[in-house]
């Protein structure tokens, strides 16, 4: 446990330019208060003691206004940047070096039992406000756009953008482990418009010439 809780505390130098000293991330930083305590009841839940890993989940959420089921599972090098708002259930399994933004929920989509939360792969950035719902799988090196909600399997190295999710591959391209620009990404919405106005532009230009 206290190996991750240097990854943890490592990552937010690597990750967020703001963070200059260890003092001020230890005093100040909410996101990683919230990964600690939640190594602390993760391994309470797991030694299966009552109540305690709940109750200080809970204690948690009041100073951070982050949630984390101690149930959760979550690797080494966890950030996440702000965190107001941020939800993690009880099934829910995330890999190594993964960045979560504010508002990001990794929740259910009804009242089923058993596994109802994501699993998230390694190296993986999920953008401000984002939902991933349902017992569904995140893929390594995945980018999650802000406010999208995600409700099917991503693969490896994909980006996803857009309610809901759309997902589109980067063929022969990795992203960088720790790239934070969630929101340069494409938009295929976008894209299809702009590829209607140029197929109209060239049916006017037919029509003006048959009208010659």
Request: hydrophobic share 40%.
């Amino acid at each position: 446990m206290f190996d991750r809780l240097r990854d943890d505390i490592r990552a937010v130098f690597e990750r967020d330019p703001a963070a200059v000293s260890l003092v001020e991330v230890i005093l100040t930083y909410a996101g990683l208060h919230a990964i600690l305590c939640h190594r602390v009841s993760h391994w309470l839940w797991k030694k299966r003691i009552p109540f305690i890993p709940r109750f200080l989940s809970q204690l948690c959420r009041f100073f951070t206004g982050i949630e984390i089921h101690p149930g959760a599972v979550i690797g080494k090098g966890f950030f996440i940047d702000h965190g107001m708002g941020v939800v993690i259930g009880e099934t829910s399994e995330i890999g190594d070096n993964v960045t979560l933004f504010q508002g990001v929920t990794l929740g259910g989509t009804g009242k089923e039992r058993g596994k109802r939360h994501p699993t998230i792969g390694n190296n993986v950035v999920i953008g401000t406000g984002a939902k991933v719902l349902g017992a569904i799988n995140i893929g390594d090196h995945v980018k999650i756009g802000a406010n999208s909600v995600v409700l099917q399997d991503v693969p490896p190295y994909s980006t996803v953008v857009g309610i809901p999710g759309r997902i589109i591959r980067i063929k022969d391209k990795k992203f960088d482990d720790l790239m934070m620009d969630h929101i340069h990404m494409p938009d295929p919405i976008a894209r299809r418009f702009e590829q209607m106005e140029k197929e109209i532009e060239e049916l006017k230009n037919m029509l003006r010439a048959k009208d010659r």
